[in-house]
Nanobody, 114 residues
């Protein structure tokens, strides 16, 4: 059973930055891709970014150039650095483990507002 625990959400002004972390346990972490999704109020959950086991990264267009996904296999942790945040980035952010089965964290709230 894989467990994922996100942290780092909060309230930030437009143009600000936040860094999210997701600690994984119960998995051979380094073998599998990891990803971040988000769900805004009243909207469907959407994919944000993925990092492969080899470190290749892909992003949804709306966050390219502003968000960076990374991983530290020694710490079983994946990160999402979010810069130049916009109000439309407001959402609950979920970490996901993309192994033989997909696991989800509990989510962390990110609110971008002045």
């Amino acid at each position: 059973q894989v467990q994922l625990v996100e942290s780092g959400g909060g309230l930030v002004q437009p143009g600000g930055s936040l860094s999210l972390s997701c600690a994984a346990s119960g998995s051979i972490f380094s073998r599998y891709p990891m990803g971040w999704y988000r769900q805004a109020p009243g909207k469907q959950r959407e994919w944000v970014a993925t990092i492969t086991s080899g470190g290749t990264t892909v992003y949804t267009d709306s966050v390219k150039g502003r968000f960076t996904i990374s991983r530290d296999n020694a710490k079983n942790t994946v990160y999402l650095q979010m810069n130049n945040l916009k109000p439309e980035d407001t959402a609950v952010y979920y970490c996901t483990h993309l192994g033989p089965l997909t696991y989800w964290g509990q989510g962390t709230q990110v609110t971008v507002s002045s």
